[in-house]
């Protein structure tokens, strides 16, 4: 069953939501996650773990685009480089009520390279160009793209600089760009994420010749307070890691980066919030542990974390395990 496309929409505009994200992150920023997130911020834009086209056209569908209505604004990464394949994916996700559609032309994997797309497009900014543009004649939704600064020894600015003309002008405004060149053989992907060397001065650069382009930075933020530097400079901030391992860094977002002075939940309110969600999706099926991996970040760095931690990583894959189980994790927080 997919989404109402008439649904009321998430009341943060998705042009405003690209100030903060979570980034997409495979095998990590499912929908349970995603809501885990929700509950967090309201404001914050949130992306799938990418989808390739073919799993989309063949595969389960629901089960790689279902998602809460709780969950907007949320974008759905798209991994694949045909134009055709990709336009019909951008209309199957207006079916299921998306916000943006975001192409992937920044993952270094092998396996990503060897389907065509990721970073390796990057060589090749015609055909994204054609991509964005079959997306974009498909749907009045945002069409975005997540790139690098460049990859292998192809990463001059001037390079760069043409790739983002090249696709803008077939109708992508927003670009998120990680801040780090990619090594397309030689490093593995967790590499790519901390060897190459940040520069988010050619970032920076990229806003000041591109000043009607919507310029996200993404790769090494680990706080609010480097974000707001950041936004200094461009006009989105992207965290991934740093979110998943301490998502109550999400609690403040809204206050400090969208003016949203609404009252923050504490940690253990957080925890109690979820627990309707997590009843209904074990009534469905879900195994407990499928959503208690995501929350395991939620106390870093206050008392009890790492009791928190170890009781649920011993007893939420258990069978039948319940959310009573989350409630005895709690105890140990107070």
Not at 116 to 144: D, K, N
Request: aromatic residues 8%; negative net charge; charged residues 25%.
């Amino acid at each position: 069953m997919t989404a109402d496309r008439d649904h009321v929409r998430h009341k943060t505009d998705i042009n405003l939501a690209c100030r903060f994200s979570v980034a997409p992150m495979l095998d990590w920023t499912d929908r349970h996650c995603r809501y885990f997130h929700r509950t967090l911020s309201r404001h914050a834009l949130l992306y799938t773990e990418m989808v390739t086209s073919g799993a989309i056209l063949h595969g389960n569908r629901d089960r790689h685009l279902q998602f809460s209505l709780m969950e907007h604004p949320v974008a759905l990464q798209l991994g694949g480089s045909n134009p055709l394949e990709l336009a019909e994916c951008a209309k199957i996700a207006v079916d299921y009520g998306y916000d943006e559609i975001n192409l992937n032309v920044g993952c270094p994997s092998d396996r990503v390279q060897n389907g065509r797309f990721g970073a390796c497009l990057m060589a090749e900014p015609e055909l994204v160009a054609e991509c964005v543009a079959a997306m974009h004649q498909a749907v009045s939704m945002p069409v975005t793209v997540k790139s690098r600064i460049g990859i292998d020894d192809r990463d001059s600015y001037e390079e760069l600089t043409r790739f983002i003309s090249t696709v803008a002008a077939a109708g992508c405004e927003t670009f998120i760009v990680h801040a780090r060149k990619a090594w397309l053989s030689g490093l593995s992907p967790k590499q790519n994420r901390d060897v190459p060397p940040l520069r988010y001065d050619v970032v920076f650069q990229l806003k000041q010749d591109f000043p009607t382009l919507r310029i996200v930075i993404n790769g090494g933020i680990n706080s609010l307070d480097s974000s707001r530097e950041l936004l200094a400079h461009v006009d989105g901030v992207m965290l991934g890691r740093e979110v998943y391992h301490n998502p109550y860094l999400l609690a403040d977002v809204d206050r400090q980066l969208f003016n949203d002075e609404h009252p923050i939940k504490s940690r253990q309110e957080t925890v109690l919030a979820l627990l309707p969600y997590i009843d209904e999706q074990l009534q469905q099926g879900v195994r407990l542990h499928c959503i208690a991996r995501h929350i395991l970040g939620l106390f870093h760095g206050v008392d009890g974390a790492r009791a928190w931690r170890r009781h649920l990583s011993e007893n939420a894959t258990r069978f039948g395990a319940g959310s009573q189980v989350i409630l005895d994790a709690l105890e140990f927080t107070v």
